[in-house]
């Protein structure tokens, strides 16, 4: 039975109202698989673009994705299972059969949270994604996102950070890393958590599967949180998939007048709950989901990761570097620090710096220079100023 479900999930061009209609009138993919031309001719509203892609009976696809799945050991769940979500089931276009790697929890048990957001994200928003990441799993949700880059990716490693297993939804086979520099997030999810996908093992990551992608976040959460997003956004489609879904839409609020926010807003004034921490989502689910609970600070607690700043809206103006403050020594520091670690302080050797104007001078991503600064932070050699300044912390 197992092939027939791959075989429809594969019939791309038909829409996923008919094929819905087409296992409640056939009751089964098989039955639908073996119905000649004349019976699927008797199908009311069945185009004839779809009949014909129907009549295509060619199996070797199908064999060979159930060759990759054995061989890479990805399991694969179909809309006739009874462990398929009820959550996916009843949205407006479930997928057909899914594939993944990892655990698959119980979602209709488990208080799922979606992060979703720009890939080309300011500080502020890799910082807040992090930040919920981290405070969602502590407080016992289960982040969903897109383990693509900047947001996705962020929310992601802050909460695995947390200790509680994620979702990676992809737009391409779960054995496809994309990007390629998330190959170790992969792995982590994969050994802690659980990537998903309704494309097949092998597929690329092409630009039209994203957008489809995105209903299956929101569909799996009970709530989609946005951290940053542009009117036009990826984001905001999940979002809009949130409210068809009848699901909660949440958003942070951002810098007035930055394009890149215009969306948390617009979405904050159609009655999108409007967040600042985890402590707002343990309200709202606690009563349905008894096992969450109040967020506890921990490693992050008085770092930037923890810290709402608006990056972005501080002039970059020239910090004055003349002073005579005595900082830690510098050779000491840099005699336990990483490679980034190490970057981050040379630069802050000449004087304090603006997070932006260093994660361009380090030329590392932001999501290293942030981590980085946390574990320096924590180890009292670097010290935020007012204004998103970073300098070396002052000897004692």
Known sequence: MLQ?????????????R?????????????????ADRITLESVPGLKDAEIEELMDKDMRVVDQILLDCDNRRI????YGDVSYPDRLRYIPSPPVV??????LPIVDSEPM?????????TAYGLQQAKRFGYQLSRSGFIVVSGAAKGIDRLALEGALSGGRPVIGVLGNG???????ENKRLYEDIRSRGCLISEYPPGSKPLAEHFPIRNRLISGLSLGTLVIEADLHSGAMRTARHAFEQGRDVFAIPGCIGMPTFEGNHQLIKENAYLVDSSMDFVQMYRQAYPSVT????????NSPVETAVLTNSVDKKSIDKQNTTNYIDISTALSNASDDEAAILKYLANGEAYVDDLIEAVQLT?????AAITTLEIRKLVRRRPGNRFALYEAE
């Open 366 to 370: 932001p999501s290293s220079v942030l």
């Open 18 to 34: 008919a094929l819905l209609d087409l296992l409640e009138r056939f009751g089964n993919p098989s039955a639908i698989y073996l």
């Open 75 to 78: 399991s694969i769940l179909t």
């Open 4 to 16: 027939f479900w791959i075989w429809l999930s594969l019939r791309k061009h038909i829409r996923s």
């Open 113 to 121: 949270i979606g992060i979703v957001g720009k890939r080309k994200a």
């Open 98 to 103: 899914l594939y993944y790697e990892g655990v």
């Open 174 to 180: 779960t054995d496809v890393v994309y990007p390629r």
């Open 294 to 301: 109040d967020y506890e600070p921990g490693v992050f607690g």
